[in-house]
């Protein structure tokens, strides 16, 4: 199993989560690209700092909104979206290359994950940005995704993710943030889910009922309060459960 988060989400000045804490924990780290937040000297420390601790990076893409932290759904043209996913992707590229390594895989964030759920359009544009960069990076989404599906349809190597600390509607789909609930903070309720998960068996959805994920991927979020301990508590769980953690790219 692999364990990603949310890194480099951080703007100037301004610090969001505990970057070189949640880098010590997990196997994944999907790095804003400057759009929805991060910044130069951002990508470039949080590149090293994964590269020193073996930790796969991926490019965490999405709209050109810092105020919204990318949360605001816009409505681009296909062209204009495909252009922004390889801008971002290309950015960050080059400070993963500097750090000595490389991308090893792309995650839509926030508006823009939701969004090619079931905007076909969009969902087509972020497959086309992709696939004109390097068809051979994977692809990280929601299982039964508009997105995934056109990502496989395109070549694309395709791996579904579960949230360890976010709600789901029946349907397998995440509650909005704007409802309660929405979030979970209890780290032993969390790292059980994940267990759950990673066996194949079923967790509780927002309504009370089961539903069964089958993730290659857990993501934790990184400006989740007490991101660290719910991360250490989710790989310890797993560790103890005979779960291995390595990265899937």
């Given amino acids: 199993m692999d364990l990603n988060s949310d890194l480099g989400e951080g703007f100037g000045q301004w610090t969001l989560g505990d970057d070189d804490a949640l880098l010590g924990v997990v196997t994944s780290a999907n790095v804003a690209c400057g759009f929805h937040a991060s910044d130069a000297a951002i990508m470039r420390r949080v590149c090293a700092k994964a590269v020193e601790s073996g930790v796969a990076i991926g490019a965490q893409v999405g709209y050109r909104d810092l105020p919204g932290f ?36 792309v995650k839509p964030h926030g508006a823009l994950y939701n969004a090619i759920v079931h905007h076909e359009e969009q969902a087509a ?66 790292a059980a889910r994940c267990v759950a998960m990673a066996a194949g068996e079923p967790v509780r959805d927002v309504e009370g009922g089961e539903l069964t994920l089958t993730p290659g991927s857990i993501c934790v979020h990184g400006d989740t309060p007490g991101a660290v301990e719910i991360a250490r508590q989710v790989r310890a769980a797993l560790t103890t459960a005979g779960v291995a953690l390595t990265p899937f790219a």
Avoid: C, K, N
């Fill in 125 to 190: 544009a972020v497959v086309a940005a992709v696939v004109a960069l390097d068809p051979t990076l994977p692809v990280l989404g929601l299982p039964g995704s508009a997105w995934l599906r056109l990502a496989a349809e395109a070549g694309l190597t395709v791996v579904h993710e579960a949230f360890a600390d976010r709600a789901y509607t029946p349907e397998g789909t995440l509650v909005s943030r704007r409802l309660p609930g929405a979030v979970l903070h209890d780290p032993a309720e969390i």
């Fill in 70 to 105: 990318g949360r605001r759904f816009i409505d681009m043209e296909p062209e204009a979206l495909t252009a922004d996913v390889v801008y971002q992707v290309g950015a960050l590229q080059a400070f993963a290359r500097i750090a000595g390594d490389r991308v090893r895989y």
